[in-house]
């Protein structure tokens, strides 16, 4: 790696880490198997700089090594720390809309991944294809029935509200 | 609320979590670059593994110090390459594993893996294989080398695999196997939580570390990155 790209990394990693940060999040509903899996992403990231920078989308290389990487991240926590179930309760106290945060954390696994990667991160369907190895036709679905259940959770229809009597 | 408005109000919302602070990666261009982030992650993991300082036993009777030992392998150049050739092929082996140098089985050199002073390396023709271990000193100098031979249980190249593991003393382990046609690189998670990045050659991959370490997870990625192979605590 030379001296010369390490500033280019460096403004792809602030320009980006937030967003990809709060993808992991999603997917892993724990904050340190998303700190893990993120910091060590942009590290291998780092180290293959010269080739990762030549990608179409390189946050789309990030996101994917991250979200591999989440799965035994938290195997790992769950070793050292038995007793971290807390750990996996995202943090609402500071956020001025947690009814949308506890409605994406309650999705499927897939549909929070492509909430993830085509929200918060904005990649299109087809990175979003690519990032989780699914079909462009796969990833339509699985935000079509995402969006509709989070707008079923977060809109009640007027009867149901009239039903539970608020 | 449309498909637009909600996906506004995902990205508001979340945009309010937030985010840890990296300062290693932040300053890894304001100070010394790439080098000394690599630098740093590598010397925590060798602080998690050594806990001080550690021995290599290479043939039994010497005791030799391990210096310097990075998750991050010495690139494969040709002094590290001509080094290995010249000491586990025909060189400075031991008197007690004489017999089992890869020149005596006419196995060519295939990887080697070397992390601050010592190396392993493989050479073999895809089914018969010699390992051999060495270490040198500050001026470069091999003090002792020894090997052992073998038969591979498989030479299906194209997958991912477990040829190989377990260095047979508390101070060190290895793994070898195939990495898979796709394979640019090749993780090894432990459960110390090391990652290890392996040495690739020939369609193999090995790796060694200063500690006997149980294998949680080995991960091959293509050159995109995506996972290309993995083995979930592989073991005989």
Known sequence: MSEERSPAFHEFFEATYPAVYRAVLVVTRNRQAAEDAVANAYLRALERWDAVSGQEKPIAWVIRVALNDAVSSWRRIQRLLPLAAGMSILDESRVADPDVIRAVAALPLRQRQVVALRILIGLDTRGTALSLGITEGAVTAHLHRALARLRQRLEPTPNTRNHDGR | ?236
């Open chain 2, 1 to 236: 609320m449309d498909d637009d408005a909600l996906s506004e109000r995902i990205r508001s919302a979340f945009a309010d979590i937030s985010v840890p602070t990296r300062p290693e990666l932040v300053g890894a261009r304001k100070n010394r670059g790439g080098r000394w982030l690599l630098l740093r992650a590598a010397s925590l993991v060798v602080a998690v593994l050594l806990a001080g300082f550690l021995l290599l036993r290479p043939d039994g009777s010497a005791v030799q110090p391990v210096d310097a030992w990075t998750a991050v392998p010495l690139p494969q150049d040709s002094v590290l390459i001509a080094r290995a050739e010249a000491t586990c092929g025909n060189g400075v082996v031991s008197d007690k594993t004489l017999a089992s140098r890869p020149i005596d089985f006419g196995l060519p050199f295939s990887v080697v893996d070397g992390r601050g002073n010592g190396a392993v390396a493989l050479f073999t023709d895809g089914t018969n294989n010699a390992t051999c271990r060495f270490y040198w000193d500050r001026s470069g100098t091999v003090g002792s080398a020894t090997s052992s031979y073998g038969r591979f249980t498989s030479t299906d190249s194209s997958r991912l695999d477990f040829l190989i593991g377990a260095g047979g003393s508390d101070s060190f382990d290895m793994v070898i196997g195939h990495s898979g046609t796709l394979a640019t690189t090749v993780d090894v998670e432990l459960e110390s939580g090391a990652d290890v990045t392996a040495s690739l050659g020939h369609g193999f991959y090995l790796a060694w570390w200063p500690e006997r370490g149980k294998i949680l997870r080995i991960v091959a990625r293509d050159a995109t990155g995506a996972i290309s192979g993995e083995l979930d605590q592989p073991h005989f």
